[in-house]
């Protein structure tokens, strides 16, 4: 599976904008999907993930009532709408596929089965 994030850019605190995750192959489903983030001189983070049929929708608390995570499978796609952004939001953001769901509860990624490329999200004040 191949991963490709799309829709960064600079957004004004308390716009919105939606990034989306395209992925290659026929096998989308067999995934929970994720979104991470990591900021300059930071460490990743998670952000946001979804179950392979579009349900149970788990967010880190930081962004929890201001982003929503879904998916549309017959797309292959997943989306991360961020609504009231804030500067602290500032970050490459980051899609990933995982075989389990669990393992986005887990707090320990690197063995994540996929990860796609980034995609810059500046919010300015």
């Known amino acids: 599976v191949q991963l490709q994030a799309s829709g960064g850019g600079l957004v004004q605190a308390g716009g919105f904008l939606r990034l989306s995750c395209a992925a290659s192959?026929?096998?989308?489903?067999?995934?929970?999907m994720g979104w991470f983030r990591q900021a300059p001189g930071k460490e990743r983070e998670f952000v946001a993930a979804i179950n392979w049929s579009g349900g149970s929708p788990y967010y880190a608390d930081s962004v929890k009532g201001r982003f929503t995570i879904s998916r549309h499978n017959a797309k292959n796609t997943v989306y991360l709408q961020m609504n009231s952004p804030k500067p602290e939001d500032t970050a490459v953001y980051y899609c990933?596929?995982?075989?389990?769901?669990?393992?986005?509860?887990?707090?320990?990624?690197?063995?994540?089965?996929?990860w796609g490329k980034g995609t810059q999200v500046t919010v300015s004040s």
């Open positions: 990933a596929a995982d075989h389990l769901f669990e393992t986005y509860y887990s707090g320990s990624y690197d063995g994540m089965d996929y």
């Open positions: 192959g026929r096998t989308f489903t067999r995934y929970a």
